[in-house]
């Protein structure tokens, strides 16, 4: 154990270091010349790529909130006219529902007169009946107290004024 620890701490330089070490600098040479910079220059553009992906995207996210608050605002401005529109629903109904209530309110005024109106006229008709029944009346009772046919002058004078009494609720002359 002895003989191993004195070797290795000293350093032999015979050809085999010397041709490993050419080999090593040639190496280096040939990645410092091709490869490498071919390395960088790929790391290079995919830096640019992602970079420029990176650029697009925030122009991506940038336009998506521009169109999210115009979309709010749309939504916005439809809800106003929406809000609006059944306002107006809303006042269009309630004027209709006034304009049929006062049609309405007409109509039955307009059938409540003419009812009123028929009412009368049937009334003046059922009167003028009862008159010309009393006058028959009278002049019948008139033909068997007096034995007579009246003239036609007298027959009038009579009828109205049995017409008058009867209409004034006095029975007395």
Same mark, same amino acid.
């Given at each position: 154990?002895?003989?191993?620890?004195?070797? %290795?701490?000293?350093?032999?330089?015979?050809?085999?270091?010397?041709?490993?070490?050419?080999?090593?600098?040639?190496?280096?040479?040939?990645? %410092?010349?091709?490869?490498?910079?071919?390395?960088?220059?790929?790391?290079?553009?995919?830096?640019?790529?992602?970079?420029?992906?990176?650029?697009? %995207?925030?122009?991506?996210?940038?336009?998506?909130?521009?169109?999210?608050?115009?979309?709010?605002?749309?939504?916005?401005?439809?809800?106003?006219?929406?809000?609006?529109?059944?306002?107006?629903?809303?006042?269009?109904?309630?004027?209709?529902?006034?304009?049929?209530?006062?049609?309405?309110?007409?109509?039955?005024?307009?059938?409540?007169?003419?009812?009123?109106?028929?009412?009368?006229?049937?009334?003046?008709?059922?009167?003028?009946?009862?008159?010309?029944?009393?006058?028959?009346?009278?002049?019948?009772?008139?033909?068997?107290?007096?034995?007579?046919?009246?003239?036609?002058?007298?027959?009038?004078?009579?009828?109205?004024?049995?017409?008058?009494?009867?209409?004034?609720?006095?029975?007395?002359?």
């Amino acid at each position: 154990m002895l003989f191993l620890a004195g070797v %290795a701490g000293v350093i032999d330089i015979n050809g085999t270091v010397i041709v490993e070490l050419i080999t090593f600098l040639v190496m280096m040479a040939v990645l %410092a010349r091709w490869v490498y910079p071919e390395i960088v220059r790929l790391a290079e553009g995919r830096q640019r790529l992602i970079a420029e992906q990176l650029a697009e %995207a925030e122009k991506s996210r940038a336009a998506a909130a521009a169109e999210l608050k115009e979309a709010e605002a749309k939504l916005a401005e439809a809800r106003k006219t929406a809000q609006s529109v059944i306002e107006a629903a809303t006042k269009s109904g309630e004027q209709l529902r006034q304009e049929l209530k006062q049609k309405a309110e007409e109509e039955a005024k307009r059938l409540a007169e003419t009812a009123r109106k028929e009412i009368e006229a049937e009334r003046e008709r059922a009167i003028q009946s009862v008159r010309n029944e009393v006058a028959s009346l009278v002049v019948a009772a008139t033909e068997k107290v007096i034995g007579e046919t009246l003239d036609e002058g007298k027959h009038k004078l009579l009828i109205e004024r049995a017409i008058a009494e009867v209409a004034s609720g006095d029975g007395s002359r």
